[in-house]
């Protein structure tokens, strides 16, 4: 079994910054691509940014130039900077970590985080 945990999210204005954390724990053997999704209500759940086990990395349109994502291998641990937040990033952000085991994959979720951008 493996658990993902969240955490960093919160309030911030317009233009601020956060940063989430996100770590895989348990009976790992190997984690590879991890990812961050968010949902706002009434909305589809989308990817944000996703990074593979070497290091490449792809983002939403609407994230592109803000928002950095980054790992921390040693650590199972993958982190989403997010500068100049708008007030549409507000969603409950969840991480995925995808976990490798005899030749299969499994994709593990997070329980979420929120984030509000808002005066």
């Known amino acids: 079994q493996v658990q993902v945990v969240e955490s960093g999210g919160g309030l911030v204005q317009p233009g601020g910054s956060l940063r989430l954390s996100c770590t895989a724990s348990g009976r790992i053997f190997s984690i590879r691509d991890m990812g961050w999704y968010r949902q706002a209500p009434g909305k589809q759940r989308e990817l944000v940014a996703v990074?593979?086990?070497?290091?490449?990395?792809n983002y939403a349109d609407s994230v592109k130039g803000r928002f950095t994502i980054s790992r921390d291998n040693a650590k199972n641990t993958v982190y989403l900077q997010m500068n100049s937040l708008k007030p549409e990033d507000t969603a409950v952000y969840c991480c995925?970590?995808?976990?490798?085991?005899?030749?299969?994959?499994?994709?593990?979720w997070g329980q979420g985080t929120q984030v509000t951008v808002s005066l």
């Open positions: 990074i593979t086990n070497r290091g490449s990395t």
């Open positions: 995925s970590a995808d976990h490798l085991k005899f030749s299969d994959t499994y994709r593990y």
